[in-house]
């Protein structure tokens, strides 16, 4: 096969968005693309991947998981030294009560955002599991995503 263009390539596009919406290493990535690791890693610095990472991290799914991570570690504080459970204190009470409140706003707001999530996930999974096709499929998604972006 032709190497793909620089920038724009079915081959970049699938990279952009494994690197933005999975938790895949660069190695990983590379390999999924059929890439070395320099030149994702190129791809990476020169499109400022890592700035779109970051913003995708503080989207309402990741923010969910942040907060359920955040109760998990309330419940499992709450253990004597032999390992038994032990009640809840009010202060941990209160906060698991915050924590669910603000989980339940988090998922009541339905953005685009959150149908583009679902999107990206089913292209990570399409990528693991059927790597031609996802790199295929990432020109027409972000073509999807830049129509839908249009005022």
Not at 2 to 26: C, M, Q, T, V
Not at 95 to 117: F, N, Y
Request: glycine share 2%.
């Amino acid at each position: 096969l032709p190497p793909d263009p620089p920038f724009g390539g079915p081959s970049y596009k699938l990279a952009r968005l494994l690197f933005i919406n999975s938790s895949l290493s660069i190695e990983q990535i590379a390999y999924h693309c059929c890439k070395t690791v320099d030149t994702i890693n190129a791809w990476r610095l020169a499109g400022k991947w890592d700035e779109e990472r970051i913003a995708h991290s503080v989207s309402p799914s990741a923010l969910v998981t942040r907060l359920s991570e955040e109760i998990d570690l309330i419940f499992n504080s709450s253990v004597d030294v032999d390992g038994k459970r032990t009640p809840l204190t009010l202060a941990a009470t209160n906060a698991i009560s915050k924590l669910i409140k603000c989980i339940k706003d988090a998922q009541q707001s339905t953005s685009p955002q959150v149908a583009m999530e679902v999107l990206f996930e089913f292209m990570n999974w399409l990528a693991q599991t059927q790597p031609d096709l996802a790199k295929q499929m990432a020109t027409l998604v972000e073509e999807y995503v830049n129509d839908k972006m249009k005022p």
